[in-house]
């Protein structure tokens, strides 16, 4: 292990924890040859196998097993030295890894342009994703913040709301329920909705809601992300529930309009999220501090600034 390096340890977690070279090259920028390369360079530093092929899947052997924790706990110790040294400096600066839902990606790199202005030695990166690969990033802690409508209720995280997230019902403004009002739960049911991917928070929070009057709704078509979705709805494949602040083009465009349906908007908050346990560094704390703080009020200045998005819907 002494010539193991620094680099290929950080592979290996990656390749270790998300059971695939592919989507470990994916992740850091790199080939998938390049990753494979470096994990054989680290078997021959072992002296052992570190992974077995079961199917198309890697799983890690015994060995493997210790290998993974032992880097877990070097990876971590070597970031905390990192944002305990910056925060020596008493200055906020330095890197800030955020990971966001994809439904964020609409409202916060705003929030995020506001903070950098203001502390410009912040170095940012984001980084959108799905739900599950970001629940994969959380429980392996490899960031310092991480941003979702639903947090997990399996994993030993931290939760600071920052920021109402508004769910709307929208449609074609030609499609017929469009001229009608307090249209029921039990019609929007019967029409054809487009969802998104099982375990969505959107998801299961509409599941939930519907549930509670007896009602089940199923996708009639399962999308990735909001922008694949509003295209859906635009070209007369269904209604979709969506976050308010995904909205603000088509809104003001009049390519979509808000239903007038009972029980909603759906009102449910933005969280960002870090594991139990973990020491933020300044810059980190900082930007929390600055979502809890001024979050709304800047995303409310937003909207305020394209005041047509509410014209016609002056109830959302």
Request: aromatic residues 6%; hydrophobic residues 45%.
């Amino acid at each position: 292990m002494l010539h193991a390096s620094l680099q290929q340890l950080r592979l290996f977690e990656a390749v270790a924890r998300l059971k695939s070279i592919t989507r470990a090259a994916e992740e850091k920028h790199l080939t998938q040859p390049a990753v494979s390369i470096q994990m054989k360079k680290l078997e021959e530093s072992v002296g052992m196998p570190l992974f077995e092929s079961v199917g198309r899947q890697l799983h890690l052997t015994v060995a493997g097993n210790e290998l993974y924790d032992a880097c877990r706990d070097v990876l971590q110790r070597l970031a905390d030295l990192d944002a305990a040294l910056a925060d020596l400096q008493g200055e906020v600066a330095g890197p800030v890894n955020l990971v966001v839902v994809s439904s964020a990606k609409y409202f916060l790199p705003y929030l995020l342009g506001n903070f950098i202005a203001r502390y410009p030695k912040v170095e940012p990166r984001l980084q959108v994703t799905n739900r599950a690969r970001l629940l994969e990033r959380l429980d392996a802690n490899e960031d310092h913040l991480y941003i979702m409508g639903q947090v997990p209720d399996d994993l030993p995280v931290v939760e600071y709301p920052f920021l109402e997230n508004v769910l709307v019902i929208v449609a074609r403004p030609d499609q017929p329920l469009a001229k009608q009002k307090n249209i029921s739960l039990k019609t929007i049911s019967e029409q054809r909705l487009i969802g998104r991917e099982p375990g969505s928070g959107t998801r299961k929070a509409v599941e939930e809601l519907f549930a509670k009057s007896g009602l089940k709704v199923s996708p009639y078509m399962e999308l990735g992300g909001a922008d694949e979705i509003k295209h859906g709805v635009m070209a007369g494949l269904g209604l979709a529930v969506l976050s308010l602040h995904s909205l603000r083009l088509e809104l003001a465009a009049k390519k979509l309009v808000v239903l007038d349906v009972e029980n909603f908007p759906l009102r449910r908050r933005w969280y960002a999220v870090h594991r139990q346990g973990k020491r933020l560094s300044l810059a980190a704390q900082t930007f929390l501090e600055y979502l809890q703080q001024e979050g709304e009020q800047e995303i409310e200045h937003l909207l305020t600034h394209d005041a047509s998005i509410l014209t016609d819907n002056p109830d959302v």
